[in-house]
């Protein structure tokens, strides 16, 4: 797709010139990644089944023959989740920096496993410190000590997440220039991030707002269908009969596939957003390169 990359931005700019990439590009952009933006959805709306109340509720009351095939069935639908994710961002990418899926394929893979090898790392660590202040405290309240817990891994979450946000500029950076090695991820690209961290983070702010909204328009009809399942394993724990029918299950995982499949275009307009933030820092630092 053609588009004037290398070019100082405001923030607003940005998600304008996003917009305009997108709604001009919607065919184009349709027709190239919606075999791994259906092959996501279809699997995110599988993983979103199989932790679904009425799924949770039959392994925990032993009404499945075996609980243990659910949980290998969601660890197995998670692992191809991210390897349709992988899919999805290379073929998004190839839009943007103009290399064949062969390049970006691989490239993609080692980004996304080092972040989310660095998101469980960081996971473990918030949890087993937030937990362990918690129930290190004096008292016998558990229940207190539990929620203390809680609030300083929520409190720890999101001082990481502002910490963690120059990586959006390196990790494009890595994203667009083919001869980045993922290492740089973290290294001269991120310290130029943290000296624009007040521009990321507006972009960022911004962006999460306006996802926000489309996201719950979007979702809106999955969300009613999961208030639905809510309601009848609420009742079903009382000891009432399921009042859902039996296509109920399948109805689920098809408006979800849905949901998903159109949330993932959201998604693409947010890498477009952030492409146009790193083209603007990119300017502030070095000359234009030749296109």
């Known amino acids: 797709m053609e588009t004037e990359l290398y070019k100082r931005r405001s923030v607003s700019s940005c998600i304008k010139a996003a917009f305009d990439l997108f709604s001009t590009n919607a065919w184009s ?10 092959v996501l959805s279809l699997l995110l709306s599988l993983t979103t089944v199989l932790a679904s109340p009425q799924a ?3 392994t925990g009351l032993h009404m499945a023959e075996h609980p243990t095939l659910l949980y290998a069935a969601m660890l197995g639908s998670v692992l191809l989740v991210l390897v349709a994710y992988i899919w999805f961002l290379a073929a998004v990418m190839g839009l943007l920096n ?5 390049t970006n ?4 893979a080692r980004l996304v496993l080092t972040m989310t090898g660095l998101g469980i790392a960081l996971t ?4 087993g410190i937030s937990f362990g202040i918690g129930f290190s405290t004096g008292g016998h309240d558990q229940l207190g000590k539990l929620a203390l817990g ?24 890595y994203c667009m220039e083919p001869q980045q090695r993922v290492s740089t991820v973290f290294g001269r690209p991120l310290l130029t991030g943290f000296r624009h961290w007040g521009y990321l ?11 926000l909204i489309l996201s719950c328009i979007f979702m809106l009809p999955l969300a009613i269908l999961y208030l639905a399942g809510m309601v009848n394993t609420s009742g079903m724990l009382l000891g009432d009969p399921s009042l859902l029918p039996a296509w109920f299950g399948p109805l689920n995982f098809v408006v979800g596939a849905m949901c998903q499949f159109a949330d993932c275009y959201v998604m693409v307009w947010v ?12 300017t502030l630092h070095c000359p234009a390169p030749a296109l």
Do not use: C, N
Not at 29 to 38: G, S
Not at 98 to 102: P, R, T, Y
Not at 275 to 282: D, L, N, P, R, T
């Open 124 to 127: 473990l660590a918030t949890l």
């Open 56 to 58: 949770l509720l039959a």
């Open 271 to 282: 890498l477009m957003v952030f492409h146009y933030a790193y083209g603007h820092i990119e």
């Open 105 to 108: 394929l691989p490239r993609m």
């Open 29 to 38: 952009i349709l027709r190239k990644t919606w075999k791994p933006a259906l």
């Open 150 to 173: 809680g609030v300083i891994a929520y409190g720890l979450m999101f001082v990481e997440l502002l910490v963690l946000l120059p990586l959006a500029y390196s990790s494009m950076k």
């Open 98 to 102: 103009g290399q064949s899926m062969d």
């Open 201 to 211: 983070f507006l972009t960022a702010l911004l962006v999460a707002i306006i996802t």
